[in-house]
């Protein structure tokens, strides 16, 4: 088995801008000390939501994380980790980006998968790892939504749809 984190969408519009939260924040600073803490050469993913103008999800939630502005740069405390950065327009970060290929030449089996918002991007990023047939763990304290309810849904949702793990990452790290 070998393992790759991704980090969903950890960028400055879901945390500080458009669609921050004081949990947002909180999540994000966590996140970049649980990433910190990693073995060295651990294989990190960070997915980065950009839009170009007029683009149709627009119709659903405004304008946010457009390509070229800082809303879909990576929050500022994540900036130094090092890990590849894929950009993708759509909820699923399998969807028209080239992580399912990344992984797969790396030798990836399993994911470890956190970010913003658990409702929407992590949900349907699960939902491409599932059909990509990789195993998850899904770190419930380093993800979140726009409301408690929203997040505690899409957690169930995950682990009874797709079998993944939920953990929170002091259950994951005694694990390791």
């Known amino acids: 088995m070998k393992r790759a984190y991704v980090a969903v969408d950890l960028v400055n519009d879901f945390v500080t801008g458009k669609f921050g939260s004081k949990r947002a924040v909180e999540v994000a600073e966590r996140a970049a000390r649980f990433l910190s803490s990693l073995p060295a050469g651990s294989e990190v993913i960070f997915t980065l939501d950009t839009h170009v103008k007029d683009d149709p999800e627009f119709a659903v939630w405004g304008e946010h994380c457009l390509a070229g502005t800082p809303g879909c740069r990576l929050y500022p405390a994540l900036e130094a980790i090092s890990g590849y950065r894929i950009t993708k327009r759509h909820y699923d970060a399998f969807f028209q980006t080239d992580l399912d ?14 970010g913003i918002s658990t409702d929407i991007c992590v949900l349907h990023t699960c939902s491409g790892a599932f059909f990509n047939n990789y195993g998850a763990v899904v770190l419930s304290d380093l993800c979140t939504a726009i409301d408690e309810k929203r997040h505690e849904d899409a957690m169930e949702f995950i682990s009874r749809n797709y079998g993944f793990r939920i953990a929170t990452t002091d259950e994951f790290q005694k694990e390791l």
């Open 101 to 114: 290929g990344y992984l797969r030449a790396r030798h990836v089996t399993d994911l470890v998968i956190f």
